[in-house]
């Protein structure tokens, strides 16, 4: 049976999760007004599918096949994205809930980890959107504990999400260096949630500190906007100047001019690129 599912994905269902998460990362974007969600809809009707063909071999082997019983929570997890995405959060929800509650106690498997902080992190999403941030920062909490209890127990990154649903044609080296890219990068998205709830609570100082450790991982990591990340250490520095903190406070501001500069020098390159 194993062998079943797995040809089905190579003949089929690997094609369609790349369509679906087209749909919903690139192609929604360019979606009409009058139909906004159109995309969305469409890859919501491709993982369903995926998920009603791998459903027989499921129920017979339920857990017993781990590879199969994790790509399930992983398109529980996208299903539970897109129908948030969708401005339908009770469903969204639902399939959140049963992405933790059936991943909650393989969370330092290598398998589960990833899967889990992402779920953690939508419920924050979630409830935040909600105007809940006490349920939110809960979730966030939890997040952030199990990254740190797995950097402390585990030895290796964690299977990423992504990875569940193409191919595996990464050599060992280069699969290793993105598991634990993807891992991190999840974390951080977990801090700069936290920010946003910390703020919304009041609470400047954690929401600061927040702010300051996702811009620094960003930045060592070399994965952000440079616009956004410019705004956001411009936006800090002002934190730390209500705090009379003023070196701190121009620092924010001096890498903030930074990134601004390199914006320019981009801008400036291509406009003449083209020119020419």
């Keep these: 049976m194993a062998s079943e599912w797995k040809h ?44 009603e063909k791998l459903k027989p071999y ?21 299903l539970g994205v897109n129908y948030i995405d969708t401005e339908e959060l009770h469903s969204g929800e639902e399939y959140l809930t049963k992405v933790t509650e059936s991943t909650e106690k393989y969370k330092l498997d290598q398998n589960a980890a990833d899967i889990y902080l992402h779920a953690l992190n939508n419920l924050g999403i979630l409830w935040f959107g ?28 964690p299977k990423f999400v992504a990875e569940y649903l193409k191919p595996n044609d990464e050599e060992k080296e280069r699969m290793e260096h993105l598991r634990n890219a993807n891992f991190e990068n999840s974390y ?31 930045l060592d990591a070399h994965k952000y906007n440079p616009l956004d990340w410019a705004i956001n250490a411009a936006t800090l520095s002002q934190y730390f100047v209500t705090k009379d903190e003023y070196p701190q406070a121009r620092h ?18 291509i406009n003449t690129f083209c020119y020419l």
Aim: glycine share 2%.
């Design 252 to 269: 924010c501001l001096a890498c903030a001019e930074v990134i601004f500069e390199v914006i320019f020098m981009i801008n400036h390159f």
């Design 58 to 78: 499921l129920e017979k082997n339920g857990e017993q096949d781990p590879e199969l019983f994790f790509l399930n929570c992983v398109v529980d997890l996208r």
């Design 130 to 157: 909600r105007r809940h941030p006490e349920k939110a920062l809960s979730y966030l909490m939890k997040a952030e504990e199990l990254y740190f209890q797995y950097k402390k127990e585990v030895d290796g990154a």
């Design 188 to 218: 951080t998205h977990t801090l700069y949630y936290m920010a946003q709830v910390y703020a919304k609570l009041d609470e400047s100082e954690k929401s600061a500190q927040c702010c300051h450790k996702t811009l620094q991982r960003q």
């Design 8 to 51: 089905y994905l190579e003949e089929e269902g690997y094609e369609k999760f790349k369509e679906a998460m087209r749909l919903s990362d690139e192609d929604s974007k360019d979606d009409p007004e009058d139909e906004p969600f159109r995309s969305k809809y469409k890859s919501r009707e491709i993982l369903l599918e995926v998920k």
